[in-house]
């Protein structure tokens, strides 16, 4: 099949078909105008990033959409305080962008404060605001004068570049909220980093690290409150788990406060075990060392046999991969290789040339790999290679079904976790009863009469 | 009482002008639409769309840049169509504007002049809309993008005996009817639009990814010349209608209807349509207005407890609410998150006029409100329903209050694509679910409700009002006068408060320590197998090393020593502590002798209960655990494969018979001794799961303080190894059903048989003495190797030896990887040139290398090769996890040092 009617050439560069099509690929630059991408904005990424601090507020300055549309998007969940679920804007309308917005902007923060008592705001700058020339920072200046609480600023019109220029704008806010005046004395706690708590994914890895006996001072940002985010510099170590949206960060805490970080990963029974073990290496405590491996082989023993199940109705079938990152595309990748399973095309919306280097080492020479694809994209090639299951997004689902492909949603949606033993075996779960159900059995005999 | 702040929306009422444009140009024929913005907006319809309609949805972006919002967005757009236009083919373009094109002043007619100018050939149509997010909400947005359809596309004024049917934002399976309904009248029409099939397809074989269905232009050219525009909004203004629009340039004349929701707005559509037929209402939709009518009657006292809450686009409150009033369902809130200042005096009338015949004090019509506002007033007029978008449902998760979801969108249920309102079927359909919505509560509740109001004659502990504490009160205190064997330093309600897997919150602090004396069993469970003593598993039934009494003793000295906040001693198994009863009677006396705080606690299958009861309750033993799994011989037989009682081994219902007679009449003499009883029971799915509740009644009436419904942990090799494991959602079902009868523990931990500490932290690996080693073939050093490893993630070898910036440093020893620290050199190899100075580089790098023994890298040049081994640094090229390739590589120079010394 020639797909030629589905490729642009300027895009051409982002996608690889095969190891001989040149040298790297072309990522990490603005989306292709009419390409019909899949990606969202700069504000889009910054706030994913800042939402799930649960006792924070975030106020949208700008017209309704951008509030609408973010209005409690996350799955993340919350221990305690639910008042990041709510959505607050300006609400900017036809006048406020003629006169300026600032004014309506200052009184929004004063009637937030009137009703509650926000230890945070966080001030969304939108594609407008960029535009008429609002002064936020003043206005949050002037706030945390007049009460005495953090008002920080997050500018990210979304023209100002991809959702990845979001996820540095909400390191720089968190950095601006933990950064103490005086640098605290270490202790032995680690901090979380890159994990939002969906399904309950960070209270998983919580519970992991209690039972190795491995403290945690800060979870960044998933169930994070503000107190608790603020003790972040007195952590001995950073654990970085989604690494396109963290490492950002973590590389200014081990500047600014001297905290090392290591890298992790809580997908798939591999991926864990090894975090968890390097995790206990790290801290070095010959305690935790002991528990940790206790603690994976009893594991390993109870889910392995079950996946184990699962892996005679998966081997052989065929992945593939649409994802925001590319650090979850590789994780999925090596989770369908213990699964017995073949990633046949592969792309995420922000991922790096490092990223895309470990991608190419990871799948078969002929899989296809793709940066900031589009539907004609995703639909050509998981037709030409035969794929059996997406893993994707919500927007990525109707595509696929429509298709006859079955599919996975790995999304910030999702209900179920997918991280640590129980989330591989939920998605091992997921894959099996999506990609055998009896509905393609019918499917397929409707398409080949 | 409306908060509606000035400044501030919170949680939004409303989605803005491009979503409403995005749904019109949906409905039009091999047409796509672009939005000139940044990228998010695009993204961000497409994804609500999608999720409500459950089809793929395509919608462009000009993706606009720091560049183009400065210098202007024409060549980003222009580039834009030229793009669409290769990937799709389509006929007609819709390009709407977006918050920052209109606010750094884009002209988009003239773009699309040029882009005609440039491109001769092209004959795809290009509509622009202009549609800031910050000129209205989708509401406006989708008859905005409707108006300047008929405005852009060239007319056609020949006269004709066609009518124009313009509609508001409807469903798909709406939109259908509304096809049907005109079929019926034999009425040639123009709908626009009409998004029946593009957003609510039919399964095929090939995929088009354009929308292929629709209106054309070639009808909608036509459009000028029809004898009339119905149009179905009677809100939107004058200058904003394509039915006055057509009205005004062509003269063709329009009537405006409210949606036909409910009888009367129906009404008026069916009469319009038969007058402009010329036609009778067709019996088939006159029937359906029968059926309606009889359907009013028979839900009208049932709707008449409604309180309704409606929010969403003004034609949709408007028609919703005269549909409720009609049947009496009270709305208390009509609220439109539009600027609809003409909302209020079109349903004031029919708001007041119910109110008065319901009682009803207080209801409010909301303009340009936020869902904060609603949700106030919804608590403030006691609304009990809700009807409108998925929006509502953080109302509905907080309050409880039910949500009817009938609008778009619809993220949170399936379906949104068939939802049914318009008409007398669309309207009997929506009127059901609000009956039956009300019914839920009604016949849900009403038995609690009367219990709680009426019942007075005792404790209100039935619906758990009020805590039922009677009977265990009874045990404890027949305890503290009864029981002058064992003198008692705490009170058992202290032992029992403090026994962390009695009581929650000692769960948190106190400590228990599992002795592992009893190897034997004397009944086999089929979930259980004997055989593997795993030292991995953490499950009731498995340990390590079986102690003798002594043993069991000692090792509780040295644990009391680390652990003083021990304060219960278990015997859990691995067999059955009273088969081994010799054992567990050593132990507990030595024990008890020792230190005679300490609870003690035993779990047994109750076997041998009736012989042994009185004995353990001599011995100190204040809690015991039985597992309970069934009450019902039948039922025990499935789960129990044999039992060995007095030197017999029974089967069947017999041995469940044997079994459960035993176990009823040692918990009975337990209780009687002032024993506080635990029950374990497992749940077996599709065995005892039904039958777990019977369990606990039983256990109830004898006067057992607490009931433990287990889930099942599956052991390979045992007979329910396949069986279906319950999820925690229905164990906590069965839990909270059992909870109406008896205490549940909601925090069990499944311990081992030898577990030590808190619930939640099994120490116990720290006190095993023969950990085993898995034997295999690796050569294990005497002395640790060190590696140096290039990686970018610090997940793998997967970074070039001249690009890494940092080395992660890894430990080897005793066959194991780890990670040591991280180093930081400077790159070696920074680009093409200046390569001399690689050499002071190289240098630097082998001094961060020195106590190193290897270096493991994906790829590493000759010279950078030569130098390190000229070090004695051995250089390995992988592409691996970092912990798989250290033990490979520690494997290969230990195997070669063996060699050299001509061991191998």
């Keep these: 099949m020639k797909n030629d009617a589905a490729i642009l050439p300027e895009r051409a560069q982002s996608i690889r078909f095969s190891e001989c099509s040149g040298d790297g690929i072309k990522c990490e630059s603005a989306s292709v105008s009419g390409a019909v991408s899949q990606r969202a904005c700069v504000y889009c990424g910054a706030r994913v990033v800042l939402n799930p601090i649960t006792d924070a507020f975030h106020l949208v300055h700008g017209p309704i959409g951008c509030a609408s549309y973010t209005w409690d998007i996350r799955g993340s969940l919350s221990s305690g305080e639910e ?122 890895i919580k519970n992991y690290l209690r039972r190795i006996g491995v403290e945690v001072v800060a ?82 023993n109870r889910v392995i046999p079950l996946l184990n199940k699962y892996r005679k109705n998966l081997e052989g079938k065929k992945a593939a991969i649409y994802v925001g990152g590319g650090f979850k595309a590789i994780s999925l990748i090596r989770q369908f290789h213990e699964f017995g399973m073949n990633t046949v095309m592969v792309g995420t ?8 280097e470990v991608i190419s080492h990871l799948v078969d020479e002929d899989a296809v790999i793709l940066d900031d694809a589009n539907p004609a994209e995703l639909e050509a090639f998981m037709k030409e290679m035969g794929a059996d299951i997406l893993v994707g997004g919500v927007k990525e689902r109707p595509l696929a079904y429509k298709l006859g492909v079955a599919f996975c949603d790995h999304n910030h949606e999702r209900k179920h976790p997918l991280a640590g033993y129980e989330g591989t075996l939920n998605f091992a779960s997921e894959i099996n009863l999506s990609m055998n159900s009896p509905v393609w059995e019918i499917i397929g005999g409707i398409n080949n009469v | 009482m409306s908060k509606n702040l000035v400044n501030l929306n919170i949680n939004p009422c409303k989605m803005c002008m491009p979503m409403g444009t995005a749904n019109a140009f949906y409905g039009i024929q091999k047409c796509m639409n672009i939005l000139h913005g940044s990228q998010g907006c695009s993204t961000y319809i497409r994804r609500h769309m999608a999720t409500h309609y459950n089809e793929p949805v395509d919608i462009a972006s000009s993706s606009l840049t720091e560049e183009g919002t400065v210098y202007g967005g024409e060549k980003n757009l222009i580039i834009g169509l030229e793009n669409l236009i290769k990937l799709y083919q389509p006929e007609v373009i819709g390009v709407s504007t977006t918050c920052l094109a209109e606010t750094i002043g884009e002209d988009i007619e003239f773009i699309i002049k040029n882009f005609y100018a440039s491109h001769p050939d092209e004959t795809v149509k290009i509509i ?51 096809k049907d309904v005109l079929d019926q009248f034999g009425l040639d029409y123009i709908l626009l639009p009409d998004l029946s099939e593009n957003l609510d397809g039919v399964h095929q074989s090939s995929y088009y990814r354009l929308p292929m269905h629709g209106t054309p232009i070639s009808e909608i050219q036509k459009m000028a010349g029809a004898r009339a525009t119905i149009e179905l909004s009677d809100t939107i203004k004058p200058d904003e209608s394509p039915g006055v629009y057509l009205y005004e340039n062509y003269g063709v004349p329009y009537k405006r209807l409210n949606l036909p929701m409910g009888l009367r707005d129906t009404d008026a559509l069916m009469e319009l349509l038969s007058e402009l037929s010329k ?63 003409q909302l209020k005096e079109k349903i004031e009338a029919e708001l007041s006029k119910l109110a008065d015949v319901l009682f009803v004090d207080n209801y409010v019509i909301l303009n340009d409100v936020d869902f904060e506002t609603i949700e106030a007033e919804a608590l403030r007029l006691g609304a009990n329903l809700m009807l409108g978008n998925s929006d509502g449902r953080r109302i509905e998760e907080k309050h409880g209050i039910p949500l009817i979801r009938c609008a778009f969108p619809i993220h949170d249920r399936i379906g949104g694509q068939r939802v049914r309102t318009l008409g007398y079927e669309g309207s009997q359909v929506l009127l059901d679910q609000i009956t039956n919505t009300i019914l839920k509560t009604v016949e849900g509740g009403f038995r609690e409700t009367l219990y709680n109001t009426y019942y007075n004659e005792g404790p209100k502990s039935k619906y758990g009002l009020e805590p039922e504490t009677e009977a265990q ?75 003798s009494p002594e043993a069991a003793f000692e090792k509780y000295k040295l644990v009391k020593e680390k652990v003083p906040n021990l304060t219960v001693v278990g015997i859990a198994g691995p067999g059955d502590a009273l088969a081994n009863f010799e054992q567990t009677r050593k132990a507990l006396t030595l024990i008890h002798e020792h230190d005679p705080n300490v609870t003690f606690c035993v779990s047994t299958n109750g076997l041998m209960l009736p012989y042994y ?68 029971t497992v749940t077996l799915m599709g065995i005892n799961d039904t039958h777990i509740e019977e369990v606990v009644k039983t256990v109830k009436d004898m006067g057992c303080f607490i009931s433990n419904v287990m889930p099942l942990i599956p052991v390979k090799g045992s007979a329910f190894e396949g069986l279906k494991i319950a999820t925690n959602r229905e164990i906590n079902a069965i839990r909270d059903k059992c909870g109406v009868h008896l205490k549940q523990m909601y925090h069990c931990k499944q311990c081992r048989a030898d577990a030590i500490g808190k619930l939640d932290s099994d120490i ?46 890894y430990d080897y020893l005793d066959d194991e990887v780890q990670f040591k620290e991280k180093r930081v050199i400077g790159k070696y190899c920074s680009g093409e040139e200046e390569c001399d100075e690689k050499e002071d580089k190289i240098g630097t790098i082998l001094k961060a290398l020195n106590d190193c023994d290897g270096t493991i890298t994906m790829r590493i040049g000759d010279l950078p090769t030569k130098r390190l081994e000229s070090k004695g640094i051995k250089v390995f090229t992988t592409y691996d996890r970092i912990e798989d390739a250290v033990k490979t590589a520690a494997q290969e120079i230990l195997k070669s040092e063996l060699r050299t010394a001509g061991n191998f």
């Excluded at chain 1, 919306?349 to 895309?356: A, C, E, L, M, V």
């Excluded at chain 2, 640790?784 to 440093?809: C, P, W």
Aim: proline residues 4%; contains cysteine.
């Design chain 2, 279 to 341: 036609k009778a209402i067709p019996e088939k939709i006159v029937k359906e207005r029968g059926r309606y009518l009889d359907g009013m009657v028979d839900s009208h006292k049932y709707n008449a407890l409604g309180r309704i809450a409606i929010f969403g686009e003004p034609d949709f409150v408007v028609s919703a609410v005269r549909l409720c009033c009609e049947n009496g369902v009270m709305p208390v809130i009509a609220a439109t998150g539009s600027a609809c200042p």
């Design chain 1, 349 to 356: 919306q922000t991922g790096s040339k490092d990223d895309y």
């Design chain 1, 83 to 204: 008042g990041y679920r709510n959505s607050y804007s300006t609400d900017l309308r036809e006048t406020d962008v003629i006169f300026g917005g600032e004014k309506k902007l200052v009184a929004a923060i004063d009637e937030i404060m009137a009703s509650h008592a926000p230890k945070v705001i966080f001030i969304y700058a939108t594609c407008i605001v960029g535009v008429i020339g609002d002064d936020i920072d003043a206005v949050c200046r002037n706030a945390e004068a007049k009460y005495g609480i953090r008002v920080i600023a997050v500018k990210s019109p979304g023209f100002s570049g991809t959702k990845k220029t979001g996820y540095k704008m909400a390191c720089n806010a968190i950095m601006s909220l933990v950064t103490p005046d005086v640098l605290p004395e270490k202790t032995c706690g680690v901090n979380i980093l890159g994990d939002f708590n969906l399904a309950g994914e960070m209270w998983i």
């Design chain 2, 764 to 809: 116990s690996l720290d006190f095993r003495e023969n950990e085993a080693r898995s034997e295999s073939k690796t050569i294990v050093s005497p002395k640790g190797l060190r590696f140096a490893i290039t990686s970018k993630g610090g997940m793998l070898v997967d970074q070039h030896f001249g690009q890494a910036s940092e080395l992660y440093i």
């Design chain 2, 613 to 680: 009861a009185k004995e353990l309750a001599k011995l100190g033993v204040s809690h015991v655990t039985v597992t309970v799994n069934a009450v019902d011989p039948a039922i025990g037989a499935k789960i129990y494969k044999h039992v060995d009682f007095m030197g017999n081994r029974y089967h069947g219902e017999a041995a469940a018979s044997i079994l459960l007679a035993n176990q009823l009449s040692g918990i009975k003499l337990l209780i009687d001794e002032g024993v506080i009883v635990k029950i374990n």
């Design chain 1, 219 to 300: 979870n960044i940002t998933g169930d994070a409150k503000v107190e608790d985010l603020k003790q972040a510099p007195t952590a001995q170590l950073n654990l970085v788990q989604c690494a396109g949206s963290m490492t950002y960060l973590a590389k200014q805490m081990e500047e600014a406060f001297s905290i090392p970080f290591i890298k992790v990963s809580f997908f798939g029974v591999t991926d864990t075990s090894d975090s968890l073990m390097r995790i206990a290496y790290a801290v070095g405590d010959k305690d935790v060392i002991k528990r940790a491996k206790a603690f994976i082989e009893e594991e390993k």
């Design chain 2, 473 to 547: 009160m009874k045990v404890l205190e027949y305890k503290k006068t009864t029981d002058p064997l064992t003198p008692q330093a705490q009170t058992i309600e202290e032992k029992t408060a403090n026994h962390p897997c009695y009581s929650c919150g000692a769960s948190q602090k106190n400590a228990r320590m599992h002795l592992p004396i009893a190897p034997k069993c004397n009944i086999q469970c089929n979930y259980c197998v004997r055989k593997f003593d795993c030292p991995n598993e953490s499950r009731p039934g498995v340990t390590t090393d079986i102690l």
């Design chain 2, 128 to 178: 622009p809309v202009k549609s800031a997010g910050y000129g209205g909400t989708q509401f406006e947005g989708f008859t905005r993008a409707l108006r300047a359809i008929v405005s852009h596309v060239e007319m056609d004024t020949a006269k004709h005996n066609t009518i124009n049917i313009i509609s508001s934002m409807i469903s798909p399976a709406d939109t259908r009817y509304l």
